[in-house]
T-cell receptor, first 112, second 119 residues
Framework: GQQLNQSPQSMFIQEGEDVSMNCTSS?????WLWYKQDPGEGPVLLIA?????ELTSNGRLTAQFGITRKDSFLNISASIPSDVGIYFC????????????FGKGTRLSVIA | GAVVSQHPSRVICKSGTSVKIECRSL??????MFWYRQFPKQSLMLMAT?????????EQGVEKDKFLINHASLTLSTLTVTSAHPEDSSFYIC???????????????FGDGTRLSIL
């Protein structure tokens, strides 16, 4: 099935550094979401974006819905050890009760 | 706190056993829920859409007779893996759109997943 192009695949950073990851698609998406998944658990919603150009923050996290509706990025500022995990972007082609299309994930490792 | 509850979190059973997984929305109703499957170090892949009061819709390649879905109430969907075999071992996760918000802006919340291991 369809999948989003998420990069980078993995990152190793020092504690305190900023992080940036992004997702792109050849199709237009009407909703973009970012999730974090810890081992053995389900994804936890970080940020949801509903309008092209929208920029939303959640603490040290900031995400943007690309103006073309074909991309989104997630930034994490001043990383801390508990930021370790896998981050997934997800999109909905249409609004409403429709399934999500996921990126392949970005595995983040933070070195203290 | 959690808004979607999934149970059990882990199942280990013999080949040929049928396993039922429950997904409940807490604090809101969900006419639609989704079931995903995740293999190690991979992303989530949609298996089926569970619809309250009607038949589930399955993604291409997912056997409906193998993965039975029942959405009998507005807060509960169940996935039954029938006659499970080792190749069915995986991490199964459900999600539900947040019914407390406006229809156009309902992010999906996920359960904690069920790790199924078939011996």
């Amino acid at each position: 099935g369809q999948q989003l192009n998420q990069s980078p695949q993995s990152m190793f950073i020092q504690e305190g550094e900023d992080v940036s990851m992004n997702c792109t698609s050849s199709s237009i998406f009407n909703t973009w979401l970012w999730y974090k998944q810890d081992p053995g658990e389900g994804p936890v919603l970080l940020i949801a974006l509903y309008k092209a150009g929208e920029l939303t923050s959640n603490g040290r996290l900031t995400a943007q819905f690309g103006i073309t509706r074909k991309d989104s990025f997630l930034n994490i500022s001043a990383s801390i050890p508990s930021d370790v995990g896998i981050y997934f972007c997800a999109g909905q082609l249409t609004k409403g009760n429709t399934p999500l299309v996921f990126g392949k994930g970005t595995r983040l490792s933070v070195i203290a | 706190g959690a808004v979607v509850s999934q149970h059990p979190s882990r199942v280990i059973c013999k080949s040929g056993t049928s396993v039922k997984i429950e997904c409940r929305s807490l604090d809101f109703q969900a006419t639609t829920m989704f079931w995903y499957r995740q293999f190690p170090k991979q992303s989530l892949m949609l298996m089926a859409t569970s619809n309250e009061g009607s038949k589930a819709t399955y993604e291409q390649g997912v056997e409906k007779d193998k993965f039975l879905i029942n959405h009998a109430s507005l807060t509960l969907s169940t996935l039954t893996v029938t006659s499970a075999h080792p190749e069915d071992s995986s991490f199964y996760i459900c999600s539900a759109p947040d019914g407390r918000l406006a229809k156009s802006n309902q992010p999906q919340h996920f359960g904690d997943g069920t790790r199924l291991s078939i011996l």
